[in-house]
T-cell receptor, first 114, second 109 residues
């Protein structure tokens, strides 16, 4: 059982380039999330999708867009990458957005923007 | 004031000791609380969750919740070097997890 799969695992971009981070889950979860993790900052929510067909902004959405392609897949797009977006990006999923559901994380994408 | 606060550490304990990790939160309406462990270069993994006031035990781990004081803690008994990691406290607010900055724990043999 793969759980939450993220691709790519590593990426280096130049300022201004665009790219899409992919995330897929095989747990039949309804809710999916994108976080970024910076040193000393913990995990911060970028966007989330409570259910298929819905997306909402999190704490730090500027510079990002998302697409909930279907129940399994939730992608994160950087339209014009900036050095401030250098970070580790984690995708997570949960059964539902209710308060008692834990989130399960993918292995992360390490993104460097030069 | 940060919504979820943890001591950043590092917290160093000798092998076999009890490690105590603390977390405070600002939203009194929060209903559920999670502890994740994150090894260096790895993703967070869930180790404990707690919803009700009091203690919840799972093996060597005990989560403690005091909603009146807006305080949640994690105790690790008989600490092992393999417990060395960063521990993240997360509070569920409206279906979204708000994370603290994490506490780095080092268990010395």
């Amino acid at each position: 059982n793969a759980g939450v799969t993220q691709t790519p695992k590593f990426q280096v971009l130049k300022t201004g380039q665009s790219m899409t981070l992919q995330c897929a889950q095989d747990m039949n979860h309804n809710s999916m999330y994108w976080y970024r993790q910076d040193p000393g900052m913990g995990l911060r929510l970028i966007y989330y999708s409570a259910s298929e067909g819905t997306t909402d902004k999190g704490e730090v959405p500027n510079g990002y867009n998302v697409s909930r392609l279907n129940k399994r897949e939730f992608s994160l797009r950087l339209e014009s990458a900036a050095p401030s977006q250098t970070s580790v990006y984690f995708c997570a999923s949960s059964e539902a957005p209710s308060s008692h559901q834990p989130q399960h994380f993918g292995d992360g994408t390490r993104l460097s923007i030069l | 004031q940060k919504e979820v606060e943890q001591n950043s550490g590092p917290l160093s304990v000798p092998e076999g000791a009890i490690a105590s990790l603390n977390c405070t939160y600002s939203d009194r309406g929060s209903q559920s609380f999670f502890w994740y462990r994150q090894y260096s270069g790895k993703s967070p993994e869930l180790i404990m969750f707690i919803y009700s006031n009091g203690d919840k035990e799972d093996g060597r781990f005990t989560a403690q919740l005091n909603k009146a004081s807006q305080y949640v803690s994690l105790l690790i008994r008989d600490s092992q070097p393999s417990d060395s990691a960063t521990y993240l406290c997360a509070v569920n607010q409206g279906g979204k997890l708000i994370f603290g900055q994490g506490t780095e724990l080092s268990v010395k043999p």
